[in-house]
């Protein structure tokens, strides 16, 4: 081979997908070796974290039958710089293995698809939330959130430690909130005071 030609080595728990993906990548790369062990992804993420540790210039793209947008988010997290799914076409994987060799991380497009559509129902949830507040209670939220105490946001409010107290809990029953603490990340997360 070569000098500078990207080494490659392939796992996967199937010998017949490992072998598949070094016929397809063999012409533009070295393949090292493919190795076939039966772990499971989760036991990969595991492998390919310690990997990272010890050759963090090495670069992982993680190829799976798994949809779930919350693992691809994980496997990145633990140092993975592509994730795509085994019912891609051949091209994606080649295609993957590129953009990662150029520095830039890869998404399965059918995985990105549901993590944005994860991503706007969850907007939605937030503004159907935010739109069963009231004009005062988002303004007692908001007080609440920046540190001020029932009796300063009722002093601000001109209105009584009592109405706060109430608005205050009437508040944590829309938004499903057992904590005051959780009151101030969702006035975090909606953009009511700054984080």
């Not at 497009?109 to 009231?134: G, H, N, W």
């Amino acid at each position: 081979m070569q000098r500078n030609v990207p080494r490659i080595l392939i796992a996967d728990d199937h010998t017949l997908v490992a072998e598949a993906c070094k016929k397809l990548l063999e012409a533009e790369y070295e393949i090292v070796a493919t190795v076939s062990d039966g772990r499971a992804l989760v036991r990969a993420l595991d492998a390919g974290q310690q990997v990272k540790e010890f050759l963090p210039a090495v670069k992982l793209v993680y190829l799976t039958m798994n949809h779930d947008a919350d693992l691809a988010a994980e496997a990145f997290r633990r140092g993975g710089s592509g994730f795509l799914l085994k019912t891609c076409a051949a091209s994606e994987l080649a295609i993957a293995v590129r953009e990662v060799l150029r520095g830039r991380s890869y998404l399965s497009p059918m995985i990105a698809k549901d993590t944005v559509d994860f991503l706007l129902r969850q907007d939605k949830k937030l503004i159907d939330e935010a739109d069963r507040l009231t004009e005062r209670q988002r303004e007692v939220l908001q007080l609440l959130a920046e540190g001020k105490c029932m009796k300063e946001v009722a002093g601000v409010l001109n209105i009584t430690t009592r109405t706060v107290a109430f608005h205050k809990y009437r508040i944590m029953e829309v938004l499903n909130a057992k904590s005051s603490a959780e009151l101030v990340q969702y006035a975090i997360r909606n953009h009511l005071i700054a984080a």
